[in-house]
């Protein structure tokens, strides 16, 4: 049974019903019911590194970068499938079209994908009207040496 008296000489035994069933029943009791911030903490838990050991420039590079194709443009009703490349070591994980400036003709996506190989973006445009500014095709790219492609 909890006791819920109160002891002014013990700070610790000034706890009500709920503190004492928390310390009861431990940090996992206190998580169900709802209390948070009152777990035990937990040292990191870090790999253990050789003293005097340099790993410097040992790791491979990440990162993003971006490309667009070759501008074009369009007469009305017809369409154009283009390609945005990737630089050497990057594989395509986003893309899309846009324009030089505000594209105001009528113009649809109908393919916007990565290619089989990951190499560049695919997109295909139909439009109804000439287009009224150049048109690219953007695609964003990760650094393959952080990226394995499942195919």
């Not at 709802?34 to 590194?49: E, F, S, T, W």
């Not at 971006?66 to 007469?75: E, H, I, N, R, Y």
């Not at 283009?82 to 050497?88: D, G, N, S, T």
């Amino acid at each position: 049974m909890i006791d819920s008296s109160r002891d002014s000489a013990n700070p610790r035994a000034s706890a009500t019903p709920r503190r004492d069933a928390i310390r009861t029943i431990g940090a996992a009791g206190a998580a169900l019911l709802g209390v948070v911030g009152l777990g035990a903490a937990a040292p990191a838990q870090g790999k253990n590194r050789k003293k005097g050991r340099n790993t410097k420039g040992k790791r491979d590079k990440i990162g993003l970068t971006s490309a667009v194709s070759d501008p074009f443009s369009l007469p009305a009703n017809s369409g154009l499938t283009q390609r945005a490349f990737c630089p050497e070591g990057f594989v395509a994980i986003s893309g899309g079209l846009q324009g030089d400036s505000e594209v105001t003709a009528t113009c649809m996506m109908r393919e916007s994908h990565p290619a089989p190989d990951g190499s560049a973006w695919i997109v295909n445009v139909f439009c109804t009207q000439d287009t009224n500014t150049a048109l690219r095709v953007g695609v964003v790219c990760f650094s393959r040496s952080s990226f394995q492609l499942v195919t």
